[in-house]
């Protein structure tokens, strides 16, 4: 884990829920203090639910400032997947309680926001604190959601799979239909011709 550089306020930047097939993509925004580290704070998908519902307490508690956003299924639908996630990530930047002056992002593109400096790191979260961070508050945050909306439509199974394109989900799809927060932009045709390959 490292940092970019020593002088710069840097927020990590991180997204969940880009691959899924409802509910909203999320993202967080993160500033930590300078040499910040703890010995669990990695790749949120390396780690399981109970450590990463311990270290979001632990991020909240000693952020400098952190912000979660999200884009809804039909905005989604409307601009793409890709433009969400970015209007996502630019959403959480705005509304962090300090402007950061080096954003360190998730990833391999990004939309550049404002006049602010961005570098791009794939497998970010394995490689910045900050991006791990945020990682985590995304993922947290989306899984929380996710479980409550199963409760409205318990059919999928959202509360397990998080509404990624599980086999169950898929074969829910095809029994029960679209629900509202499903996005639309993914092809129901595309994917009865996948199930039939798995």
Known sequence: MSSHTEHLIEAGVDEAGRGS????????????????????????????????EQLKHEIKKNAIAYSIAEVSNKIIDEINILNATFMAMHIAIDTLNLTPELLLIDGNRFKKYKNVSHICVVNGDATYMSI???????????DELMI????????????KNMAYATKEHKQAILKYGHSPLHRKSFQLKEMQLRLFEE
């Open 21 to 52: 097939l409802a509910g909203p993509v999320v993202a967080a925004a993160v500033i930590l203090p300078k040499g910040y580290t703890h010995p669990l704070l990695n790749d949120s998908k390396q780690l399981s639910a109970r450590q990463r």
């Open 148 to 159: 409550t909306l199963s409760e409205q439509y318990p059919q999928y199974g959202w509360e």
């Open 132 to 142: 791990a961070a945020a990682s985590i508050l995304a993922k947290t945050y989306r």
